[in-house]
Each structure stands twice: as structure tokens, then as C-alpha cells.
């Protein structure tokens, strides 16, 4: 069979596409899209010839089963998205499953992510992380998965749509205080970047300062929980805890 090529595009500079992802997507038989005429444009801006074809979250299933067909005649398929690196809270993971099951090689070519590329400059702990992608979109389900930032001692990292940035973090100050260091990454390698590194209410004013502040493209990352230094160790509190109850 011919191998699947998983292929970062740009998140906002065309400069940022890799040789290596030019020569891949003017070798394949096929390109799949998850939006094929908004990648027209990035592959017309490269004289790439290929087909595409349509893979999105309401068709995955479907186009899974056609692709790996194709693959297993002997035609290769690249798979990119809208921008930045696929499956990264974009479509491709149920054909990956798939080409995993089939024996079908998958070869993922490194390049941009803006999750990565924000966390690298946000002065934030990079050491451990854990990307959440997109928080839900009911207050309640948000607050119940920011609850779990609570004892987090590592850095979380988001994506939010500009619609909904304002309230995501105010749920953050209402959920985990205003002791924790915010940093937005906005409009990651376009004209006009950003990074708005704050408290969440430092954070919340800026958004609140211009309506212009609030568009455009984040990626918000939250500080872990301080380190309690002053605590006991676990086992020290139990014997208090013990002790505690034989006083009168
Ligand atoms: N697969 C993509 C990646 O590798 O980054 C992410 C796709 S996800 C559907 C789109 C979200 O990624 C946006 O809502 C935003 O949170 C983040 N994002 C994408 N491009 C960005 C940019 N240039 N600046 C800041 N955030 C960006």
C-alpha cells in the first residue's frame, strides 16, 4: 500500500509551509481537505496540482473507508487541514485509526502548531503541559473541566474562539482566582501578534479595553498551581490528623 502523509499548512504565514511539505504535496496522488476551497488558496499559491477531496468531521467515516482503498491500491494521500497540523482539534484521527488497523504506513511530517508555537513563547513552564484543545461550550461543562486546573501543577494550554474568550476567562478567574499567570497568544505569525501575559483580571481588562482585542485567532494558556512549600508531606499530616483526635 501507499503511505498516508499527515502535512502541516501555515497558521497564518504562508512563509511557514516546509520544503518538505511542498515536495509531499506535489508527490501524492490525492489531497485531502477538510475545507478543499479554502485550501485551493494555499495550494494555488504553491502551484500544487493534486486532487483534493473533502475529509471533515461530518464525513470522516465515510471518506475513511474510500481513502484507505485508495491507499491500498498503491495511491498515496495527504492529509492536511484548514491550517496548522492536522488532528491537532482538527479532522483525521478516525482515517489514522483506520490506516493504524489496515497496516497502512502514516508518516506525519513535522510543522506548524499553534499550540507549540504559543507555549514556546509564553514564558511559561514548558517542562510538562497538557493541551485541552477547545473548552466545552456550556458555562457549566467549562467549569467543571477548569475545576481540574485546580491541583494541575503543570500548564494548560487552549484554543478559543473569539466569541467566546471573555467568558472563558472570566469562568477561569471564577473558577481558580486571580493568583494564576494568564498569557493569550493572539494572531500567532500574522501582521498582528500578540502576547498578553497577566492575571486573569489584567487579561480580562485588556479584552474589555477595545473591541478589537477580542478578534482574531487565541491560543490562552493558564500557569500550573503553587507549589504548596509550606505544607507537610502526606504522611506527617495523617499522624497530626491521628494525633489530632486522641486530644481532647
Ligand atoms: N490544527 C490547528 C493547529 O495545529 O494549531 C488548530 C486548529 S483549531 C480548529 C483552530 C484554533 O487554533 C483557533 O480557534 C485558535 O484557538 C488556534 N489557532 C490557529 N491559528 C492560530 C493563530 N495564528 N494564532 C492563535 N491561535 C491560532
Known amino acids: 500500500s501507499a503511505p498516508l502523509y499527515i502535512v502541516p499548512t501555515p497558521i497564518g504565514n504562508l512563509q511557514d509551509i516546509t520544503q518538505r511539505a511542498l515536495t509531499v504535496l506535489n508527490e501524492v496522488h490525492w489531497i485531502a481537505a477538510e475545507d478543499t476551497r479554502h485550501s485551493q488558496k494555499l495550494l494555488q499559491h504553491f502551484s500544487i496540482q493534486a486532487k483534493t477531496l473533502s475529509l471533515h468531521d461530518h464525513n470522516e467515516e465515510k471518506r475513511t473507508e474510500m481513502l484507505c482503498k485508495k491507499l491500498q491500491a498503491g495511491e498515496s494521500v495527504a492529509l492536511i487541514s484548514d491550517a496548522g497540523t492536522p488532528l491537532i482539534s482538527d479532522p483525521g484521527f478516525v ?18 502548531c499553534a499550540a507549540i508555537t504559543a507555549l514556546s513563547a509564553s514564558g511559561l513552564s514548558t517542562d510538562r503541559f497538557i493541551f485541552e484543545g477547545f473548552l466545552p461550550v456550556k458555562t457549566q461543562a467549562r467549569k467543571t473541566i477548569l475545576e481540574t486546573l485546580l491541583d494541575r501543577s503543570c500548564t494548560s494550554v487552549f484554543y478559543e474562539a473569539p466569541r467566546r474568550i471573555v467568558d472563558t476567562v472570566t469562568d477561569i478567574k471564577e473558577t481558580l482566582g486571580d493568583d494564576r499567570q494568564l498569557v493569550l497568544a493572539k494572531e500567532l505569525t500574522k501582521t498582528f501578534e500578540r502576547y498578553i501575559c497577566d492575571t486573569p483580571d489584567g487579561v480580562l481588562a485588556w479584552l474589555r479595553a477595545d473591541p478589537v482585542h477580542q478578534k482574531g485567532e ?31
Open 95 to 112: 482515517l489514522v485509526r483506520a490506516c493504524r488497523a489496515q497496516n497502512i504506513d502514516v508518516i506525519a511530517l513535522p510543522g506548524p
Open 218 to 248: 487565541f491560543v490562552l494558556m493558564v500557569s500550573g498551581a503553587p507549589r504548596q512549600t509550606d505544607a507537610l508531606p502526606a504522611d506527617a499530616m495523617a499522624l497530626l490528623k491521628r494525633l489530632k483526635q486522641d486530644l481532647p
